[in-house]
């Protein structure tokens, strides 16, 4: 069972992102500030939620959540700034938008650029454990999933709808075919021969 609180003295915000291990499309990443009595019985890291449940959690965490906020930074900047500040953007951008100030962020993964004077927790696995953590990973992954199948409809020989811009084999041979696009991160190096595999 998650934890919904990693202390009880400040108001907590847990952030996660998803899309950084994609060959295209932005790094979405969400925060979110949940009351001291929330729970779903479904809630969990969103790679382990069936994508059904996801939308479904989405929706009882929007209306319930005392605040919530989804960041998003582009392929272009990606490239420019590298794919690991690019996420610490996304999670900062997400935090200017809370309507709610915290006091704590849980941040899933080991590391963080500092945002603003805010203390914060990097706790790895984080959105395996913490409700808050967990509710920002189911945030993050529908919106990011969203964006990508109107990406696909762009670009439909990419597959994007399925495969949400990871290096799948079928992602790959499209490539192989029809190059890339504008969507794609140009510094992950895609077109190289052997490629790293990157799947959710």
Same mark, same amino acid.
């Given at each position: ?81 590298? =794919?690991?500040? @690019? *996420?610490? &953007? #996304?999670?900062?951008?997400?935090? !200017? ?5 915290? /006091? ?28 808050? =953590?967990?509710? @920002? *990973?189911? &945030? #993050?992954?529908?919106?990011?999933? !969203? ?5 696909? /409809? ?32 140009? *510094? ?13």
């Amino acid at each position: 069972m998650l934890k919904v609180r990693y202390q009880t003295e400040l108001i907590e915000a847990g952030c996660d992102e998803a899309g950084r291990g994609c060959y295209a499309g932005p790094v979405f990443a969400a925060a979110v500030i949940l009351p001291p009595d929330f729970y779903h019985p479904d809630l969990n890291d969103s790679k382990l939620v069936k994508p059904e449940t996801r939308q479904e959690l989405r929706a009882y965490i929007e209306q319930f959540a005392l605040a919530h906020a989804v960041g998003i930074v582009d392929e272009e900047t990606i490239d420019r700034i590298n =794919i690991l500040k @690019a *996420s610490f &953007l #996304a999670m900062h951008r997400a935090l !200017d938008r809370l309507v709610k100030k915290p /006091e704590l962020l849980l941040i899933d993964g080991n590391r963080f650029t500092k945002y603003k004077r805010i203390r914060h927790q990097c706790i790895v696995k984080g959105d395996s454990l913490y409700a808050s =953590i967990a509710a @920002a *990973s189911i &945030l #993050a992954k529908t919106y990011r999933d !969203d964006h990508m199948r109107r990406l696909h /409809e762009e670009f439909p020989h990419y597959s994007w709808h399925q495969n949400k811009g990871y290096g799948t084999a079928e992602h790959r041979r499209a490539i192989g075919i029809f190059g890339i696009c504008k969507y794609h991160r140009k *510094s992950f190096n895609i077109l190289s021969p052997e490629p790293e595999l990157f799947e959710e």
